[in-house]
């Protein structure tokens, strides 16, 4: 499988006009309040997760994610890994 460079510069400047869907932007959203301050997520940013056909398992695989890679590359960065 190869990336869609395209799809990548569309992401990388602004995912909320990259030609996503609906459910990928909505996860995106929350992903990225999980990783701009946790304490802020609420009942409703998950209600929105299920309104677009996210179900708790799902909801919880997303968190975890999005949780694991901020754990990781905080622990990367404390330790100066890729910085030469």
């Given amino acids: 499988m190869t990336l869609d460079q395209a799809l990548v510069d569309a992401l990388e400047?602004?995912?909320t006009s990259a030609p996503i869907s609906e459910q990928d932007r909505v996860m995106l959203d929350y992903?990225?309040?999980?990783t701009k301050d946790a304490?802020?997520?609420?009942?409703?940013d998950h209600e929105r997760l299920r309104a677009?056909?996210?179900?708790?398992?799902?909801i919880l695989q997303i968190?975890?994610?999005a949780a694991w890679f901020n754990y990781i590359n905080r622990v990367a960065d404390a330790l100066g890994v890729g910085r030469e």
């Fill in 63 to 65: 968190t975890l994610i």
């Fill in 52 to 58: 677009a056909g996210f179900d708790d398992r799902g």
């Fill in 13 to 15: 400047k602004d995912y």
């Fill in 31 to 34: 992903v990225i309040k999980v």
């Fill in 39 to 44: 304490t802020k997520v609420g009942k409703d």
